[in-house]
């Protein structure tokens, strides 16, 4: 099993719709949360810093954490064309040298 | 700020050759640097744990010989693809944690960015 599953998609919604993205992971002893942009052939772009759990908001980004379920969650309200990326969840935990653990990443399109 | 550099953003070179790669981080201190690879489709497969002053430490199943890091700075990491060969094509990113924080002390910004065409 993956320490993080993520469904590669692809996913395509219509401008202004709500974009609802997902991740699980198994290892309990995850404490940092990160969901990163990644535009096609660019480095990713880190959007949200979750530490623990609950909620995160930024302009129309909205993270959420459910560490009871394993489960974080991004979503994008009044989705634009600029959105169009793919979206990499990622995680890790105290003392383990920082290493992170991606998710295989959710490939999002937002047609005009 | 945290801003991370590559340099070069794309190298093209034969087989046999060595490419070097380099990793900054202009606006703040990073202890610690990651290299990651993706491949088209995939998600980024960290490669080494490089920490200023001492050695790398590489993940199961990478080659130390074949891919040199050297991090002599708090500021500079390279990584040096050593006789590439066609396998070796990649795209090859960096990323840095940043020195100083609290509970952001977790962070990693990334590079934009190598991609290596080896023909």
């Known amino acids: 099993q993956k320490e993080v599953e993520q469904d590669p998609g692809p996913l395509s919604v219509p401008e202004g719709a709500i974009v609802s993205l997902n991740c699980t992971y198994s290892n309990s002893a995850f404490q940092y949360f990160m969901w990163y942009r990644q535009y096609s052939r660019k480095g990713p772009e880190l959007l949200m810093y979750?530490?623990?759990?609950g909620n995160k908001e930024d302009g129309r980004f909205t993270a959420q954490v459910d560490k009871s379920s394993k489960y974080i969650s991004l979503f994008i309200r009044d989705s634009q064309p600029s959105d169009s990326a793919t979206y990499l969840c990622?995680?890790?935990?105290?003392?383990?040298?920082?290493?992170?653990?991606f998710g295989t990443g959710t490939s999002l399109t937002v047609i005009p | 700020g945290a801003v991370v550099s590559q340099h070069p953003s794309w190298v093209i070179c034969k087989s046999g050759t060595s490419v070097k790669i380099e990793c900054r981080s202009l606006?703040?201190?990073?202890?610690?640097m990651f290299w990651y690879r993706q491949f088209p489709k995939q998600s980024l497969m960290l490669m080494a744990t490089s920490n200023e002053g001492s050695k790398a430490t590489y993940e199961q199943g990478v080659e130390k010989d074949k891919f040199l890091i050297n991090h002599a700075s708090l500021t500079l990491s390279t990584l040096t693809v050593t006789s590439a060969h066609p396998e070796d094509s990649s795209f090859y990113i960096c990323?840095?944690?940043?020195?100083?924080?609290?509970?952001?002390?977790?962070?990693?910004?990334f590079g934009p960015g190598t991609r290596l065409t080896v023909l």
């Open positions: 990622a995680m890790s935990a105290p003392n383990t040298g920082n290493q992170f653990y």
């Open positions: 990323s840095a944690r940043v020195l100083y924080g609290t509970e952001r002390n977790n962070e990693q910004f």
């Open positions: 979750t530490y623990s759990s």
């Open positions: 606006d703040f201190q990073a202890t610690t």
